[in-house]
């Protein structure tokens, strides 16, 4: 994996001293008691032998031990130094990677307090991405953040809409499983409906991941959705329903044929 700003350095590169540099001049704006030259040799020891998940969890905990406040003392600093909206689909990775130990932060730390880190992960994914952060809380939450999901479904930031499907995929790269929807998928459905004619390419993605995930598990479930969806011309929803099918039409299932093929025509090219 790499980072797109520069594709001959490994993206678990950018994760040590000089992200840590970054974050602490940021901190020290916010906080001015921030102990930054310790902070910053602190990631900088503890990175160096790490991956990529090893170093974003290194400098987590180094802002856990150089910011020695309450949880909604340190949400509110690392808040208040995020910046503006991301206004674009693009870049969540690109200039939004040093936001990652923040959401993991959250992740980690905040999992006691529903309310606080749902809001942080709500700012968070508008300049980054919440998809993983979300996770543990709708684990340890379900009714709860299903509720959720499907008010950020209907919000008017793509990110926050986006983060509603891609924040429950079942089976999200990069991520646990969540168990609970492998079983079933049936509460994500009600979100999935609000998305079908979303005019985001960068929502029907996930919204198509997720039903690819969900057929892989529960395909009776998933093609029934889809067999429905599929009455729909709206060209959003046929785009989601081919997008979601990609890997049934490589198995030349006729079922999925069926639902992507023109009206009027015998024959799937």
Same mark, same amino acid.
């Given at each position: 994996m790499t980072n797109n700003n520069n594709n001959s350095i490994k993206l678990k590169y950018y994760y040590g001293k000089?992200?840590?540099?970054?974050?602490?001049?940021?901190?020290?704006?916010?906080?001015?008691?921030?102990?930054?030259?310790?902070?910053?040799?602190?990631?900088?020891?503890?990175?160096?032998?790490l991956e990529l998940k090893g170093r974003i969890s290194a400098i987590t905990e180094a802002l856990h031990e150089y910011l020695p406040l309450p949880y909604a003392e340190v949400v509110k600093i690392m808040v208040s130094i995020l910046g503006?909206?991301?206004?674009?689909?693009?870049?969540?990775?690109?200039?939004?990677?040093?936001?990652? %130990? @923040?959401?993991?932060?959250? $992740?980690t730390h905040g999992i006691n307090d529903f309310e606080l880190s749902t809001d942080a992960?709500?700012?968070?994914?508008?300049?980054?991405?919440?998809?993983?952060?979300?996770?543990?809380f709708v684990v340890k939450y379900p009714k709860e953040m299903t509720l959720l999901?499907?008010?950020?479904?209907?919000?008017?930031?793509?990110?926050?809409?986006?983060?509603?499907s891609e924040g429950l995929r079942p089976r999200l790269p990069w991520a646990k499983k969540l168990e609970q929807f492998v079983?079933?998928?049936? %509460? @994500?459905?009600?979100?999935? $409906?609000?998305?079908k004619e979303d005019e985001s390419l960068f929502v029907k993605k996930s919204v198509a991941n997720n039903i690819n995930d969900i057929l892989k598990d529960n395909y009776d479930i998933g093609i029934r959705l889809l067999k429905r969806w599929s009455r729909s011309q709206?060209?959003?929803?046929?785009?989601?329903i081919k997008h979601a099918l990609r890997n049934e039409l490589k198995k030349v299932n006729t079922e999925a044929i069926n639902l992507v093929k023109p009206k009027g025509r015998n024959r799937y090219p």
């Open positions: 000089n992200l840590a540099i970054l974050l602490a001049d940021k901190i020290c704006r916010a906080y001015p008691s921030f102990r930054r030259q310790q902070f910053i040799d602190t990631v900088d020891r503890k990175t160096h032998d503006p909206p991301n206004p674009h689909e693009t870049g969540m990775f690109k200039e939004g990677y040093w936001i990652m %130990p @923040i959401a993991f932060f959250v $992740e992960i709500y700012q968070i994914t508008q300049r980054s991405t919440g998809e993983y952060a979300v996770r543990p999901m499907l008010q950020w479904s209907l919000d008017s930031n793509v990110h926050v809409r986006r983060l509603s079983s079933d998928p049936g %509460p @994500i459905l009600p979100i999935l $409906e609000n998305l709206n060209t959003n929803t046929r785009w989601i």
